[in-house]
């Protein structure tokens, strides 16, 4: 291999999949070309440093399994196999420059509405929750560090047709691939979290839903602004029925087929957080996603996210569907928010403000 070849290969190493070939070529380098390896020693021992670095912060990052949108039957099966598995599946480049442009023209739009929902309420001294029963507009909800900063919009598809298009279009349509039947909407929302922005701290989405009929959901997240580690992306577990698997606590067969609940925290500040023991027990994986990503998750598998530590937004939209067999919800469940929007089953590990949090 060429002087600039190897080099090339050194530094394209410092990505995780070239990683074995990197050490291969290091040890080969060593015996048959000795004279490169004098002449670059000192880049050689700097790259494989920093390397190693590297892959002790990242590594659990790395984990994380990653596609392309599915299109031949042995991919869509080999989709469908790893989401009934692990309960998320994240589609790299899913979305077309024209659709992330108008998915943040939207964002932008609601972000706007949403903010002059908090400061009318603020000026007409009621609350957010008082404007929300007003049908056909947006929810706005705040954070509970600050009302005057927007946490989260819902209820969006009823103020934006033409965002319900495209997700029945793109959305709606891959769940119904993926799936091989149809899925409705359920509920959708935004959560912006700006800078300051409060953690969603772990939970399963599912105990949150279970009153309003569906047993199957599965929840699209769409990241509007690169989701990194430092302004709060989203983390699931891994592998999390085995990590939890023969704890009496919890139910073996539920847990068997994938949907077991695991015990949580009732009331209080952290209503619906997963049992500290099972949470600090679970390996996470950072989802670093991009505007072009698609992550779908279903409403079993533990997630978090942690506060917004950067000076940028991180917003990501969330379509959450059921089974159409099932039946349509999604009209009943924004009712009963807009006239309850306090019950804490709307505020389920958020940081947002509930009754008896
Ligand atoms: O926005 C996030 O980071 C987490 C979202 C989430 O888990 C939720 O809204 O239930």
Redesign the pocket.
């Known amino acids: 291999m060429s002087k600039q070849g190897i080099i090339l290969l050194a530094a394209m190493s410092s990505t995780f999949d070239l990683k074995k070939l990197f050490l291969y070529t290091c040890v080969r380098g060593f015996f048959n070309e000795w004279v490169y390896m004098r002449t670059f020693r000192f880049l050689w021992i700097f790259l494989a440093v920093s390397f190693y670095a590297n892959a002790n912060d990242s590594n659990r990052i790395e984990n994380a399994v990653a596609f392309s949108s599915a299109s031949s039957v042995y991919e869509w099966d080999e989709q469908r196999v790893f989401f009934k598995k692990n309960g998320y599946l994240w589609i790299k480049n899913f979305f077309s420059n024209e659709q992330v442009r108008s998915l943040q023209n939207w964002t932008d739009e609601i972000g706007v509405t949403a903010q002059s929902i908090l400061t009318l309420a603020k000026n007409s001294g009621k609350n957010t929750q008082y404007l929300a029963q007003v049908p056909g507009t947006l929810i706005a909800v705040p954070e509970s560090s600050n009302p005057l900063q927007v946490c989260r919009a819902e209820d969006l598809l009823t103020c934006y047709p033409d965002l319900h298009l495209f997700v029945v279009g793109t959305l709606t349509s891959y769940i119904n691939q993926l799936t091989e039947e149809p899925y409705v909407v359920f509920k959708d ?1 935004i ?1 912006f ?1 700006w800078p300051g922005g409060g953690a ?1 701290i772990p ?1 399963q ?1 599912f105990p949150a839903y279970e009153s309003f009929g569906p047993r199957e959901h599965i929840t699209a997240m769409v990241s509007i602004d690169p989701a990194t580690v430092e302004n ?1 992306c ?1 983390y699931v577990a891994e592998e999390w029925q085995e990590t939890v698997a023969g704890d009496p606590a919890i139910n073996a067969l539920d847990l068997e087929v994938g949907r077991a609940i695991l015990p949580y925290i009732v009331g209080g500040s952290s209503h619906g957080s997963i049992q500290p023991q099972y949470s600090e027990k679970m390996s996470w994986l950072a989802l670093e996603t991009s505007p072009y990503d698609l992550v779908l998750i279903n409403s079993f598998v533990p ?3 942690e506060p917004n530590r950067s000076s940028n937004s991180r917003r ?1 939209m ?1 379509f959450t569907h059921n089974r159409l067999q099932e039946g349509e919800h999604r009209e009943a469940y924004y009712q009963a928010k807009r006239y309850d929007p306090y019950n804490p089953t709307f505020h ?3 940081p947002t403000d509930g009754r008896n949090k």
């Open positions: 929302k959560n979290k969603f939970h989405d709060g989203l997630h978090y996210s990501a969330f389920f590990a958020t």
